[in-house]
């Protein structure tokens, strides 16, 4: 490379044959490609080459950038395009089991799109309020299948164009549905019968736990509404029953009847026959309201009763059975009148 001749280095004015020498020395040195010495730059995915004299750089392709499994964007999301966006799709069974306000999807299920508040509930698209149904009349079919099923007061029927009364058709509970009508469409006629869409929705079980008393009506449960032997001494709390709550007439409670020619204390709620004489029967201690004993004693007259520390209609005394084949029950009330009898 030339030598370039500068005032500072020479220490004193140029003159015009040294300028003239620096403009010759600095066309011949000018810097060409061949002396450019590239490197390639890259970060991340962005990247910086060269080639025959041209520099390209290549952005990193965003897709890369957004999460694909997960993940949280921030800021508003626009899409410029003419295409569709494809959201969740999935039955009933794969919704979210801690779904959150704002959640949107398509049900595969129920073939409709979905979103979550407080409850799942459905967002319009994917199926029409109204299902139209045409057929043409060929003057003597009177039965038209329907798509689906339908509701007779559900529907709206034209021939050409004209509605018709409920009255001149029928619609079965089929599913699909049938219609019927009382004459035949002429030949030719246009039939359009609109059916408005039936949604059903099933109430499941409660689950365990989730019904309180609040939830029930005062007076709704009655005894009709519980099952034969389903209330248990488990299912009733304690000293929840008190004298307040008892029927003032005696609960029915089926007796064991037991013969003896022996002395012996009965228990509560049995039958005593008492085949020999001389006999006592002694009554149950410390009986409760409602307790029966009830003694038959043969052909003799001597047979007591001993109270056993209760009275008998209000004495304080034994009773002797003074009569044969007498068959006396014994109830007892309360401390007062103790045992009586009947």
Partial sequence: MSTI???????????????????????????????????????????LT????????????????????????????????TGS??????????????????????????????????????IGGGASDLLLNQFTGDGSDVTFTLSGAAVENNTLVYLDGV?????????????????????????????EIMVAAI????????????VTTAKIVNNAVTTLKIADANVTTAKIADDAVTAATIASVPI???????????????????????SAAGRTITLPASPTIGQ?????????????VGRNGSNIMSSASDFTMDAAYLSIQFIYT?????????
């Fill in 199 to 210: 949604a059903v929705t099933n109430i499941g079980t409660p689950a365990d736990n989730t």
């Fill in 292 to 304: 029966r004993v009830l003694v038959t004693v043969g052909n003799f007259t001597d047979t007591v």
């Fill in 163 to 191: 509605y018709q009364s409920k009255s001149n058709y029928t619609v079965s509970n089929a599913d699909p549905a049938v219609v019927t009508f009382s004459t035949a469409p002429a030949s030719g006629t246009a039939i």
């Fill in 50 to 81: 060269y080639s025959s004299g041209v520099f390209t750089f290549t952005p990193q392709d965003i897709s890369t950038l957004l999460p694909k499994s997960g993940g949280t964007m921030t800021g508003a999301l626009v899409l410029n395009n």
């Fill in 85 to 122: 966006v494809k959201v969740s799709a999935g039955t009933t069974a794969q919704r979210e089991s801690s779904p959150s306000a704002g959640m949107f999807r398509y049900n595969s299920t129920e073939g409709k799109f979905e979103g979550y508040t407080t409850e799942w509930g459905e």
């Fill in 5 to 47: 001749v500068t005032r500072a280095g020479k220490g004193s004015p140029l003159t015009n044959n040294e300028i003239d020498s620096n403009f010759s020395n600095l066309n011949t040195d000018k810097l060409q490609v061949a002396d450019l010495s590239v490197t390639t730059a890259s970060s991340g995915s962005n990247s």
């Fill in 252 to 274: 029915s409670v089926g007796i064991t009847t037991v013969v003896t020619s022996a002395s012996v204390t009965a228990t509560v709620n049995t039958h005593v026959y008492v």
């Fill in 334 to 342: 309360d401390a007062t009148q103790g045992w009586v009898m009947s």
